[in-house]
């Protein structure tokens, strides 16, 4: 891993940290922090056949650590364009499915410039998946079944995200998301 790397990873946990556990914006992220179950993998690969290669790598590496819960895979050079990261997620979820880990793992995308379909670009509610760096979350569909099962309302928490969201209002959003970058 190099000096970049390290600080790219730094500078997804400190969005992770600062924005996600703290806004409560994953009521599950918390305890896959403490317990050290998250990989973070910072993809360097610039084609679209490369990067789908380093998703199809992860999935591969989760299925052999039992121990991790979840991935994040970072592209801090790719993808800077969202209309462009959504053809890379939508061509991600087709691999998935064709190499048979649909309802094993399930893709959770952020971005820089995440925008929700029928929100304005400044609508705060589109910071609850803005992140640092384009990224996919990779998650283990089992484990988050049975979490939902043990959380009371989980189909409140995407409405409980963007109402705390919008009570910020974008300006506070802006700054928490910028500082995560020092």
């Known amino acids: 891993m190099t000096e970049s790397d390290t600080a790219i990873i730094k500078q997804t946990r400190n969005w992770l940290v600062s924005v996600v556990i703290n806004l409560n914006f994953c009521p599950f992220a918390r305890r896959e922090l403490e317990n050290n179950s998250i990989h973070y993998s910072v993809i360097r690969n610039n084609t679209l056949e490369d990067c789908l290669e380093s998703l199809i790598?992860?999935?591969?590496?989760?299925?052999?650590?039992?121990?991790?819960?979840?991935?994040?895979?970072?592209?801090?050079?790719q993808w800077q364009n969202f209309d462009d990261f959504l053809d890379y997620l939508a061509a991600s979820e087709a691999l998935l499915k064709a190499q048979k880990y649909q309802g094993i793992y399930q893709l959770a995308s952020f971005h820089p410039s995440y925008q929700f379909a029928d929100t304005p670009e400044n609508d705060p509610a589109n910071y609850t998946n803005r992140s640092p760096f384009p990224m996919l979350h990779l998650l283990r569909e089992d484990r988050m079944e049975g979490t939902l099962l043990k959380y009371p309302d989980p189909e409140q928490i995407p409405e409980n995200n963007i109402q705390r969201a919008r009570e910020l209002g974008e300006e506070k959003l802006k700054t928490l998301l910028a500082a995560c970058k020092k």
């Open 57 to 77: 790598f992860e999935c591969r590496h989760l299925d052999q650590q039992q121990n991790i819960a979840t991935s994040l895979l970072i592209y801090p050079k």
